[in-house]
């Protein structure tokens, strides 16, 4: 049996906050600065995004990726509008209806895919199928790098779908709350992944990335960004004392602890992924191309590692779900190795 507070893969919201970000924190927290916003470190946290995706963007700080999402979505369309995602994306499992709420009803249109990832066809074929006025008109196409399962789009993908959203009128949204660990495994420069290759607007998340709470709403088009801030406001979104949310980021990024954060990640669900390869019994579900790894167990084996003290969750892709964070001890990740060496060598048996 494990300790309390020892280490699990269930979740990569599981983890702290990482040691860049938390100084950052501090270093904000010395005397008073001007609130909503008008601080130096919210300044600088925006300049920092502008310098990591080497264009002028405008940049919005929200607590997490639902609002992320949801008022970025909100702010692309009408209510009457409709935006096209992945049957599995976080914004129509995951989000309580935010998006359509914070749109006035702008209803998502989904999409049966593999492993998450939206295809060309398969948006021409949604957003051509009706265009009659009963019809709540397609206007954005959301895709999330990496998708819910590990997937990565590739540069070639995302440029194929940004092409067929602007034949199609069609504005591209990224939900990126794991935009680090998208990055790290592409090897590209988070410019080429997203206004090169066509996004309009991106979520980055930085809650997963190692800070206490925090995404950042990308405009790649100010003309979108258009009245953004009172979107915020409205939604309860607007951090009075901003300072403390944009000060992680300055950590993160001018450190370049997200990147560093996300490619740790990546290596540690890689080596769990090929330890486990070939195991009775297991089965990877989808490639491991970020920092998550499914696993399809036999019921004793997913009993026995959860009598064994671990966590997993089996409620997203069908499987055994392992996430690995910021902060994933190589030791836990042996622990859960050999645990798991151990039941496959009953269940053989
Ligand atoms: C975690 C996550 C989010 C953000 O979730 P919050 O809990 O609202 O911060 C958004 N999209 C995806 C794909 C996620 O995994």
Known sequence: MTHDDAQQFASDNYSGIC???????AAANSGHAPAYGEDAWTARAADAFRDLFETSCDVFFAFNGTAANALALAALCQSYHSVICADSAHVETDECGAPEFFSNGSKLLTVRTEGGKLTPPAIRALATNR???????????TITQPTETGQVYTLAEIRALSDECRQLGLALHMDGSRFANACAGLG????DMTWRAGVDV???GGTKNGMHAGEAVVFFDAKLAEDFGYRCKQAGQLASKMRFLAAPWVGMLESGAWLRNGAHGNACATRFAAAVA????VRALFPVEANAVFLSLPPAMAEGLRLRGWRFYTFIGGGARFMFGWDAEPQRVDALIADLRLLAVAEAA
Not at 188 to 191: D, F, G, M, R, V
Not at 278 to 281: F, K, L, S
């Open 19 to 25: 040691p860049e970000a938390w100084a950052a924190m």
């Open 278 to 281: 070939g195991m009775a019994g």
């Open 131 to 141: 265009n009659d006025i009963h019809f709540p008109r397609p206007r954005v196409v």
């Open 202 to 204: 991106l979520c980055f």
């Open 188 to 191: 590209c420069s988070p410019a």
